[in-house]
């Protein structure tokens, strides 16, 4: 079983529809949790961190974490195509684990 | 701004060449993280560091070493370059005693011919 588990994709979602990722994570001492977007030829960048059972909002973006099902969400309001990327999910459990990423397509 | 520099963005090294990937970071971050991604392989921990002259294997280090005598540099080493090493290396490094968020460098495309 891997440490970190997203569906590869791609989704596909219309311009300002919500797009919605999810990932699993398989060690219970896990204690943070990130949302990263990596657009093609490009090095990942940091969207989201959460910490804490429940929901964060940053803007369109809002990550959802529930501990006890060892699941982490992402989602995205009114998506945009420029939103078109891949969205790796990661983890650190001492150390830092990253999911394959789900590759998201936003159609005009 | 966190700034995390790689020192190549593009390398062609021959098979059994000792190859060395520089990393530098400048917000005084303690943790520092290797990776190389791979089509549908996603990021792969190769090695990290928790503080100067400390080194952890991730989860494919064979092949690999490290080097970080300075906080703010960590070298990854491959001794003998082999085509299978061919890939996309990513250095990051974060904040705190077990980490926050990770920064990333604009990564090297290593090719080994």
């Known amino acids: 079983q891997k440490e970190v588990e997203q569906n590869s994709g791609p989704l596909s979602v219309p311009e300002g529809a919500i797009a919605s990722l999810n990932c699993t994570y398989s060690d219970r001492g896990s204690q943070s949790f990130f949302w990263y977007r990596q657009y093609s030829g490009k090095s990942p960048e940091l969207i989201m961190s959460i910490y804490s059972n429940g929901d964060k909002e940053d803007g369109r973006f809002t990550a959802q974490l529930n501990k006890a099902s060892q699941y982490v969400s992402l989602l995205i309001r009114d998506s945009q195509p420029s939103d078109s990327a891949t969205y790796l999910c990661a983890v650190i459990n001492y150390k830092l684990i990253f999911g394959s990423g789900t590759r998201l397509l936003v159609r005009p | ?113």
């Open chain 2, 1 to 113: 701004d966190v700034k995390v520099t790689q020192s190549s963005r593009y390398l062609v090294k021959r098979t059994g060449e000792k190859v060395f990937l520089e990393c530098v970071q400048d917000m005084d971050h303690e943790n520092m993280f290797w990776y190389r991604q791979d089509p549908g392989l996603g990021l792969r921990l190769i090695y990290f560091s928790y503080d100067v002259k400390m080194k952890e294997k991730g989860d494919i280090p064979e092949g690999y070493s490290v080097s970080r005598e300075k906080k703010e540099r960590f070298s990854l080493i491959l001794e003998s370059a082999s085509t299978n090493q061919t890939s996309m290396y990513l250095c990051a490094s974060s904040f705190g005693p077990k980490g926050t968020e990770a920064f990333f460098g604009q990564g090297t495309r290593l090719t080994v011919v």
